[in-house]
């Protein structure tokens, strides 16, 4: 499984999926995309896939997951 985490931002606590709308240049084009996100907060999702696609519009957390096992990464 690929998730993005920025543990700058917040520790990977819960897997939370993040819909964006994100530009593709050269086309101006935008796509929606549906990401993995490993977060604490939803707030704190949001902030990840912005951080990761600085271009990204119209972001909806869609779902959250608890970790297998009660684990967290960092």
């Not at 993040?18 to 101006?28: E, G, H, N, R």
């Not at 929606?32 to 990840?48: M, Y």
């Given at each position: 499984m690929r998730a993005l985490m920025n543990l700058a931002i917040e520790p990977a606590v819960q897997l939370f999926e993040v819909s964006a709308l994100v530009v593709i240049t050269?086309?101006?084009?935008?796509?929606?995309?549906?990401?993995?996100?490993?977060?604490?907060t939803p707030v704190g999702a949001?902030?990840?896939?912005?951080?990761?696609?600085?271009?990204s519009r119209s972001h909806e957390v869609l779902a959250c997951h608890q970790m297998p096992g009660g684990m967290a990464w960092a």
């Amino acid at each position: 499984m690929r998730a993005l985490m920025n543990l700058a931002i917040e520790p990977a606590v819960q897997l939370f999926e993040v819909s964006a709308l994100v530009v593709i240049t050269p086309s101006q084009r935008a796509v929606k995309r549906v990401l993995r996100v490993l977060a604490d907060t939803p707030v704190g999702a949001v902030r990840i896939v912005r951080d990761r696609y600085p271009r990204s519009r119209s972001h909806e957390v869609l779902a959250c997951h608890q970790m297998p096992g009660g684990m967290a990464w960092a």
